[in-house]
Protein backbone atom coordinates (compact mmCIF):
# COMPACT_ATOMS: atom_id res chain seq x y z
CA UNK A 1 0.00 0.00 0.00
CA UNK A 2 1.41 3.66 -0.61
CA UNK A 3 1.75 6.04 1.67
CA UNK A 4 0.22 9.50 1.72
CA UNK A 5 0.69 11.93 -1.25
CA UNK A 6 3.29 14.09 0.91
CA UNK A 7 5.89 13.88 3.60
CA UNK A 8 4.95 12.64 6.67
CA UNK A 9 7.40 15.22 9.43
CA UNK A 10 6.89 15.79 12.95
CA UNK A 11 5.11 19.17 11.91
CA UNK A 12 2.71 17.81 9.30
CA UNK A 13 1.97 15.58 12.19
CA UNK A 14 1.15 18.17 14.64
CA UNK A 15 -1.02 19.99 12.62
CA UNK A 16 -2.89 17.11 11.60
CA UNK A 17 -3.54 16.25 15.33
CA UNK A 18 -4.10 20.06 15.71
CA UNK A 19 -7.01 19.63 13.03
CA UNK A 20 -9.01 16.79 14.61
CA UNK A 21 -8.91 18.79 18.23
CA UNK A 22 -11.66 20.08 19.38
CA UNK A 23 -11.17 23.52 18.35
CA UNK A 24 -13.86 24.29 15.45
CA UNK A 25 -12.74 27.95 14.25
CA UNK A 26 -9.64 26.68 13.01
CA UNK A 27 -7.86 29.04 10.53
CA UNK A 28 -3.97 29.03 10.37
CA UNK A 29 -3.03 31.81 13.51
CA UNK A 30 -4.92 29.15 15.38
CA UNK A 31 -3.50 25.80 13.85
CA UNK A 32 -0.34 27.22 14.01
CA UNK A 33 -1.18 27.79 17.75
CA UNK A 34 -2.62 24.62 18.83
CA UNK A 35 0.10 22.73 16.56
CA UNK A 36 3.11 24.43 18.47
CA UNK A 37 4.40 25.67 15.35
CA UNK A 38 5.15 29.08 13.29
CA UNK A 39 2.74 29.99 10.95
CA UNK A 40 6.20 29.88 8.24
CA UNK A 41 5.93 26.25 8.73
CA UNK A 42 2.19 26.02 8.80
CA UNK A 43 1.15 27.28 6.03
CA UNK A 44 2.92 25.11 3.81
CA UNK A 45 1.47 22.32 5.31
CA UNK A 46 -1.61 23.31 4.74
CA UNK A 47 -1.64 23.82 0.79
CA UNK A 48 -0.13 19.84 0.80
CA UNK A 49 -2.67 18.71 2.48
CA UNK A 50 -5.24 20.68 0.47
CA UNK A 51 -3.65 19.60 -2.73
CA UNK A 52 -3.73 16.25 -1.54
CA UNK A 53 -7.62 16.65 -0.81
CA UNK A 54 -7.07 15.86 2.85
CA UNK A 55 -7.98 19.20 3.96
CA UNK A 56 -10.89 21.67 2.59
CA UNK A 57 -10.81 25.20 2.98
CA UNK A 58 -13.00 28.10 2.84
CA UNK A 59 -12.73 32.02 3.45
CA UNK A 60 -14.87 33.21 6.10
CA UNK A 61 -18.45 34.36 5.41
CA UNK A 62 -18.82 37.18 8.21
CA UNK A 63 -17.68 40.78 7.46
CA UNK A 64 -14.20 41.58 8.93
CA UNK A 65 -14.58 43.38 12.34
CA UNK A 66 -12.15 45.30 14.53
CA UNK A 67 -9.99 42.09 15.28
CA UNK A 68 -8.60 42.10 11.60
CA UNK A 69 -9.12 41.04 8.02
CA UNK A 70 -10.87 37.56 7.13
CA UNK A 71 -10.00 34.67 8.17
CA UNK A 72 -9.62 31.41 6.15
CA UNK A 73 -10.88 28.28 7.81
CA UNK A 74 -9.70 25.01 7.46
CA UNK A 75 -11.18 21.17 8.04
CA UNK A 76 -10.37 17.51 7.52
CA UNK A 77 -12.40 16.30 4.09
CA UNK A 78 -13.72 12.66 5.08
CA UNK A 79 -10.63 10.80 3.44
CA UNK A 80 -8.59 13.36 5.62
CA UNK A 81 -10.31 12.09 8.61
CA UNK A 82 -9.61 8.94 7.94
CA UNK A 83 -5.68 9.13 7.11
CA UNK A 84 -5.13 12.18 9.74
CA UNK A 85 -6.57 9.03 12.76
CA UNK A 86 -4.32 6.49 10.77
CA UNK A 87 -1.38 8.55 10.33
CA UNK A 88 -1.38 9.87 14.00
CA UNK A 89 -1.89 6.09 15.30
CA UNK A 90 0.37 4.66 13.10
CA UNK A 91 3.29 7.10 14.21
CA UNK A 92 2.42 8.25 17.92
CA UNK A 93 -0.02 5.78 19.08
CA UNK A 94 -2.98 7.79 19.44
CA UNK A 95 -5.50 10.47 18.47
CA UNK A 96 -7.45 12.90 19.64
CA UNK A 97 -11.62 12.33 19.23
CA UNK A 98 -12.76 15.52 17.61
CA UNK A 99 -16.36 16.33 19.88
CA UNK A 100 -17.41 19.55 19.15
CA UNK A 101 -20.17 20.54 16.42
CA UNK A 102 -18.88 22.74 13.08
CA UNK A 103 -17.40 25.76 12.53
CA UNK A 104 -20.39 29.04 12.37
CA UNK A 105 -19.72 30.74 8.71
CA UNK A 106 -17.72 27.29 7.34
CA UNK A 107 -19.64 25.64 4.23
CA UNK A 108 -16.67 23.82 3.12
CA UNK A 109 -16.53 22.54 -0.74
CA UNK A 110 -16.18 19.06 -1.64
CA UNK A 111 -12.83 17.54 -1.75
CA UNK A 112 -11.06 17.07 -5.31
CA UNK A 113 -10.85 12.91 -6.50
CA UNK A 114 -7.57 11.95 -5.97
CA UNK A 115 -5.89 8.38 -6.56
CA UNK A 116 -4.20 7.27 -3.67
CA UNK A 117 -3.32 6.16 -0.24
CA UNK A 118 -6.95 5.30 1.53
Known amino acids: MAGPPFRITAATLDVLEALLG ?27 LEEAGWVVSEWEL ?9 RRFYRLSPDGLGGARALLVEHRGAV ?4 STPSRGFVPRPAPE ?4 R
Open 62 to 70: DEPSARGPR
Open 96 to 99: RQRT
Open 22 to 48: PDDQLYGLKIAQNAGRKTGSVYPILAR
Open 114 to 117: WRGW
